[in-house]
């Protein structure tokens, strides 16, 4: 099984830089996934890592290491539309998903 | 393309009462799943299909079943429902392995009474 753990809340101003831990204990590593997530919404896709290193993809950025069992998003230039809920996701060797508990960023003007 | 679409929205349910969410994929994605989300704990997995035909049991699955008859279609029922299943309910598909993203239908909210 996994047991995943990030942060529950985090608020920002808007302009800056945020960035969400992720940390994961797992029986079959298979990939590491981070879902945005507005109130009252679908989560969306926002990266994937199964190497390690850094995956830059505009404004955000993901990073994995596996030995450390560890993940970041890095969410820079922060925008209002930015506040939202972001979701860890550990894949297994089966193809499914165990998801943290999600950490909701609040950005402020 | 609708991508992944569920039925209802929202239903208020009494306990005790059988209970089908719907939800449909028109992208041939070969895998389905169907999550619960409660606060603070996140989404969890209830149920799987890697492919039409085949289903699998994934973290929560007691007090539900699931069917695959065909790719498109991936029904999530309650048979006798209770109050400890209001949640939000979301059912996903993806291509099936590799690098493969989950993508999510809207969610449709089920209260127990």
């Known amino acids: 099984g996994q047991n995943i753990d990030q942060p529950t809340e985090m608020t920002a101003t808007e302009g800056a830089i945020v960035q969400i831990n992720c940390t994961y204990q797992?029986?079959?590593?298979?990939?590491l996934f981070w879902y945005q997530q507005h109130a009252g919404e679908a989560p969306t896709f926002l990266s994937y890592?199964?190497?390690?290193g850094l995956e830059e993809k505009g404004r955000f950025s993901s990073f994995l290491s596996r030995s450390k069992g560890y993940s970041y998003l890095l969410l820079k230039e922060l925008q209002m539309k930015d506040s939202a809920s972001y979701l860890c996701?550990?894949?297994?060797?089966?193809?499914?998903?165990?998801f943290g508990a999600g950490t909701t960023v609040t950005v402020r003007a | 393309i609708a991508g992944i679409t569920q039925a209802p929205t929202s239903q208020i349910l009494a306990a005790g009462r059988r209970m089908t969410l719907r939800c449909t994929q028109d992208?041939?994605?070969?895998?389905m799943y169907w999550y619960r989300q409660d606060l603070g704990l996140g989404l969890r997995l209830i149920h799987y299909?890697?492919?039409?035909?085949?289903?699998g049991k994934g973290e929560v699955p007691d007090g539900y079943s699931v069917s695959r008859a065909n790719t498109d279609d991936f029904p999530l029922t309650l048979a006798s429902a209770v109050p400890s299943q209001t949640s939000v309910y979301f059912c996903?598909?993806?291509?099936?392995?590799?690098?493969?993203?989950?993508?999510f239908g809207p969610g449709t909210r089920l209260t127990v009474l």
């Open positions: 996903a598909s993806s291509d099936g392995g590799g690098g493969d993203t989950q993508y």
């Open positions: 797992t029986s079959g590593f298979n990939g």
């Open positions: 890592n199964v190497l390690d």
């Open positions: 996701a550990v894949r297994d060797r089966d193809y499914k998903l165990s």
């Open positions: 992208m041939r994605h070969n895998a």
């Open positions: 299909s890697n492919t039409a035909g085949t289903t």
